[in-house]
T-cell receptor, first 110, second 118 residues
Framework: RKEVEQDPGPFNVPEGATVAFNCTYS??????FFWYRQDCRKEPKLLMSVYSSGNEDGRFTAQLNRASQYISLLIRDSKLSDSATYLCVVTHNYGQNFVFGPGTRLSVLP | DVKVTQSSRYLVKRTGEKVFLECVQDMDHENMFWYRQDPGLGLRLIYFSYDVKMKEKGDIPEGYSVSREKKERFSLILESASTNQTSMYLC?????????????????FGDGTRLSIL
């Protein structure tokens, strides 16, 4: 079993839709959590950190459930520019280990 | 603003050549990483370094070596390039967090190098 798992998708949604991605991790010692987005043939870019209390950045909301070892990302009012692969990342060992999930592909359709 | 610079966006080399990929960051980060990314396989860690002259093997170090002589620069070396090393190579850096009470800082990536070995 992989340490970080995500639904690979693809998720095909119309503009304006709300879409949610899930991520589970197996290492209970994981310390920090992030969502990255990666456009085709580009590098991953930090989308947002994920805090225990949950956090929001505009149309994006991230949630963490340490008991269930589960992270989520909610995107409201999807835009065409949201089309990308979304990578869930967990860390441990004082930031020396970043474990990336396989990514979930999102296509927002006009 | 955070900046991680990789020396080449595209590189074509021949089988058996020694290949150097360079990465420089300007954020005074302690941690630096080299990954490769292949379709369907995601990001795989080759090597990382948490200090000058220090290095640790990642998940797939075979056929690679690294060098970190200065804090800002982390080089990936393909000792004798082979066709199965054709890939997208990504360098990243992050700040060291000294205590478990502090949040780990995210990685910042360079633009990537698309390496083709013929």
């Amino acid at each position: 079993r992989k340490e970080v798992e995500q639904d690979p998708g693809p998720f095909n949604v119309p503009e304006g839709a709300t879409v949610a991605f899930n991520c589970t991790y197996s290492n209970s010692a994981s310390q920090s959590f992030f969502w990255y987005r990666q456009d085709c043939r580009k590098e991953p870019k930090l989308l947002m950190s994920v805090y225990s209390s949950g956090n929001e950045d505009g149309r994006f909301t991230a949630q963490l459930n340490r008991a269930s070892q589960y992270i989520s990302l909610l995107i409201r009012d999807s835009k065409l520019s949201d089309s990308a692969t979304y990578l869930c990342v967990v860390t441990h060992n004082y930031g020396q280990n970043f474990v990336f999930g396989p990514g979930t592909r999102l296509s927002v359709l006009p | 603003d955070v900046k991680v610079t990789q020396s080449s966006r595209y590189l074509v080399k021949r089988t058996g050549e020694k290949v150097f990929l360079e990465c420089v960051q300007d954020m005074d980060h302690e941690n630096m990483f080299w990954y490769r990314q292949d379709p369907g396989l995601g990001l795989r860690l080759i090597y990382f370094s948490y200090d000058v002259k220090m290095k640790e093997k990642g998940d797939i170090p075979e056929g690679y070596s690294v060098s970190r002589e200065k804090k800002e620069r982390f080089s990936l070396i393909l000792e004798s390039a082979s066709t199965n090393q054709t890939s997208m190579y990504l360098c990243a850096s992050s700040l060291f967090v000294p205590t478990s009470r502090d949040r780990d800082q995210p990685q910042h990536f360079g633009d990537g190098t698309r390496l083709s070995i013929l």
